[in-house]
């Protein structure tokens, strides 16, 4: 079955940069977009940007340009989502999601950025 | 790109039916039948309900329904059941190739 396991929490300072990964496993890893989206401590679903199947393309919400790089290896069925200059409003679950209407979803990533 | 309008609570007792909308603009909702709905329970992972607008995913209950008018898409529940009590997201993408989420919506069963 399709399966996206993503890294473990994580503890960052402000102006440090979190790299988050997840893994699929149960598909063809290579045909399928990949979605990042956040949510903050008791807050809503927040899109953060896709990323093709060959990984040659990116779109990310304006919000989060030049802080955000997606990145996908194809040998390893793995997608990451680098985050630049934390602030403390970055804190929140991290999720991956499969395909243009994110059909599968990862467990989640916390990451907590604290001083 | 702001988030799509949802009510943010939507109550019903056992039984009823109730309707969640999802409103956005013509660069969005209204421009394409990519509208989504998600279901949350507290703590986990969103799980898919419905795409393109009115497409249930394998294993959804028929309970869960959705349509679209003009900028507006909606969720409808019938027989509304205890278990149905959660968070629910509306997304749709957008004139500017990216997707944008709604602002959510506490569904409580009375």
């Known amino acids: 079955q399709v399966q996206l396991v993503q890294s473990g929490a994580e503890v960052k300072k402000p102006g440090a940069s979190v790299k988050v990964s997840c893994k699929a496993a149960g598909f063809t890893f290579s045909t399928y977009s990949m979605h990042w989206v956040r949510q903050a401590p008791g807050q809503g679903l927040e899109w953060m940007g896709i990323i093709n199947p060959g990984g040659a393309s990116t779109s990310y919400t304006q919000k989060f340009q030049g802080r955000v790089t997606m990145t996908r290896d194809t040998s390893t069925s793995t997608v990451y989502m680098e985050l630049s200059s934390l602030r403390s409003e970055d804190t929140a679950v991290y999720y991956c999601?499969?395909?243009?209407?994110?059909?599968?979803w990862g467990q989640g990533t916390l990451v907590t950025v604290s001083s | 790109q702001s988030a799509l309008t949802q009510p943010a609570s939507v109550s019903g007792s056992p039984g009823q039916t109730i309707t969640i909308s999802c409103t956005g603009t013509?660069?969005?909702?209204?421009?394409?039948?990519?509208v989504s709905w998600y279901q949350q329970y507290p703590g986990k992972a969103p799980k898919l309900m419905i795409y393109?607008?009115?497409n249930r995913p394998s294993g959804v209950s028929n309970r869960f329904s959705g349509s679209k008018s003009g900028n507006t898409a909606s969720l409808t529940i019938s027989g509304l059941q205890a278990e149905d009590e959660a968070d629910y997201y509306c997304?749709?993408?957008?004139?500017?190739?990216?997707?944008?989420f709604g602002s959510g919506t506490k569904v409580t069963v009375l």
């Open positions: 997304s749709s993408n957008t004139s500017s190739s990216t997707y944008v």
């Open positions: 999601a499969r395909a243009r209407r994110l059909d599968s």
């Open positions: 393109e607008v009115s």
């Open positions: 013509s660069s969005d909702v209204g421009g394409y039948n990519y």
